[in-house]
């Protein structure tokens, strides 16, 4: 175990870096924007349809993802998350300046959509792998764990400052903390590696790899296990309270049960990430995924008694909070890391679009007045089939990069 966690302290740069970046980056903007809302929604007279009704918005990062990936391959971690650090402070700033107008506001919306992304694990995540392996998964799930840590920091902290100064220096704040972590991860970062063999091109044509990529069949196998297992995504993130009160579960139990999701997803990343690092990851990833459909399809049945409740929401937490590694993990397993950050955009992607499925399913459901439980069951089918594909992905590694390059893939 010394050894394991030893390659953590040597590489502690790239490993802070990331951290670092991540946590001061685009995945907290949500913690950001629900704290400023209320104050800007009374202010300006923004009805709430209105405000939701932008949200919808971040579905233009989901075609972006791909690219960004590509552009991280290509000019490494340091140049393409420079743009989104530069950006975010220029973005905050305009933001307490605004006038009132929502169509400013949607603007620099879906610009923070598109520029900042830049500042998330597609990106950061791709310092990891580069100088960490024995302990891959573990670092992965140290990283991943970043900006949920630093919501539960910073939301607080912000939300209490708000009240007091106002949201306009409360952004003004954002754009001073963003710059600053986000220049401090710039200069933690140590000179990329261009993979196991030194002497390989970083970079290849367009055409060159990316029919490689579509040539190996794990692309197709994790594409079609994260587009079955994130249909139910849209419960984790925004109707997960909803549906336990359907359940008859009273108010106080919906916190204690949304808290016990809290831990899951904690744990469950770091038992993931370290179970990645010792057994085959694809066995990991198939039971790391199934306790999710086990928890909805406790949900979905007539059981509402609090204990099988609270071991169900449990076990979709777990699954939640795996799934932070295992996709990453799996990439480089399968794909080496030369063109990790171009497949990890696609798989970003891909997981985006099977969440605003899920999103739109259930919206047509409660609205003809099914409810949540043919949902639940529909999903938990859906979750388990994703499950059992994962179990086909590639058990080799690449044996070195030159072979991802011409399409080569790993043998089951």
């Given at each position: 175990?010394?050894?394991?966690?030893?390659?953590?302290?040597?590489?502690?740069?790239?490993?802070?870096?990331?951290?670092?970046?991540?946590?001061?980056?685009?995945?907290?903007?949500?913690?950001?924007?629900?704290?400023?809302?209320?104050?800007?929604?009374?202010?300006?007279?923004?009805?709430?349809?209105?405000?939701?009704?932008?949200?919808?918005?971040?579905?233009?990062?989901?075609?972006?993802?791909?690219?960004?990936?590509?552009?991280?391959?290509?000019?490494?971690?340091?140049?393409?998350?420079?743009?989104?650090?530069?950006?975010?402070?220029?973005?905050?700033?305009?933001?307490?300046?605004?006038?009132?107008?929502?169509?400013?506001?949607?603007?620099?919306?879906?610009?923070?959509?598109?520029?900042?992304?830049?500042?998330?694990?597609?990106?950061?995540?791709?310092?990891?792998?580069q100088y960490v392996e024995r302990a891959r998964g573990l670092a992965l799930a140290i990283v991943a764990s970043g900006p949920a840590i630093m919501g539960v920091i910073l939301a607080p902290i912000l939300n209490n400052f708000v009240?007091?100064?106002?949201?306009?220096?409360?952004?003004?704040?954002?754009?001073?903390?963003?710059?600053?972590?986000?220049?401090?991860?710039?200069?933690?970062?140590?000179?990329?590696?261009?993979?196991?063999?030194?002497?390989?091109?970083?970079?290849?044509?367009?055409?060159?790899?990316?029919?490689?990529?579509?040539?190996?069949?794990?692309?197709?196998?994790?594409?079609?296990?994260?587009?079955?297992?994130?249909?139910?995504?849209?419960?984790?993130?925004?109707?997960?309270?909803?549906?336990?009160?359907?359940?008859?579960?009273?108010?106080?139990?919906?916190?204690?049960?949304?808290s016990t999701f809290a831990v899951g997803t904690l744990v469950g990343r770091f038992i993931c990430g370290i179970a990645l690092d010792r057994f085959p990851a694809h066995i990991v990833a198939a039971l790391g995924m199934a306790l999710s459909a086990c928890g909805l399809f406790l949900i979905a049945s007539p059981y509402d008694a609090t204990p099988v409740l609270m071991l169900a929401i449990l076990l979709v937490g777990l699954s939640f909070g795996a799934e932070g590694d295992l996709v990453s993990f799996l990439v480089v397993k399968a794909f080496g890391v030369r063109v990790y950050s171009s497949v990890m955009g696609m798989m970003t992607a891909t997981i985006s679009i099977a969440a605003s499925i899920g999103a739109l399913t259930l919206g047509i459901m409660l609205k003809n007045g099914v409810g949540f439980a043919p949902f639940l069951g529909i999903c938990g089918v859906t979750v388990l089939l994703g499950s059992l594909l994962l179990l086909f992905m590639p058990t080799s590694a690449p044996v070195e990069e030159e072979k991802i390059a011409e399409g080569e893939t790993a043998t089951a």
């Open positions: 175990m010394s050894a394991y966690l030893a390659e953590l302290r040597v590489q502690w740069r790239p490993l802070l870096a990331a951290i670092i970046g991540m946590s001061s980056g685009y995945s907290i903007t949500n913690y950001v924007t629900s704290i400023m809302a209320p104050h800007m929604l009374q202010e300006f007279g923004w009805s709430k349809a209105e405000f939701a009704a932008i949200g919808s918005l971040g579905i233009i990062s989901t075609l972006v993802f791909p690219f960004i990936g590509r552009l991280t391959d290509i000019i490494g971690v340091r140049k393409t998350a420079l743009i989104g650090v530069l950006f975010f402070p220029i973005a905050y700033t305009i933001l307490s300046l605004q006038p009132g107008n929502i169509r400013i506001y949607i603007g620099l919306f879906l610009a923070m959509g598109i520029i900042c992304i830049t500042t998330t694990a597609t990106v950061y995540s791709r310092m990891v792998v009240e007091a100064h106002g949201w306009r220096n409360g952004y003004v704040v954002m754009a001073i903390f963003s710059g600053a972590c986000g220049v401090i991860a710039l200069l933690l970062m140590p000179p990329e590696r261009k993979g196991a063999n030194a002497t390989l091109p970083r970079t290849r044509a367009a055409r060159e790899d990316y029919p490689a990529i579509f040539r190996n069949r794990a692309f197709w196998i994790l594409a079609g296990a994260m587009l079955l297992c994130n249909l139910p995504q849209v419960l984790a993130l925004t109707q997960l309270n909803l549906v336990l009160l359907d359940n008859g579960v009273s108010a106080a139990g919906v916190s204690a049960m949304i």
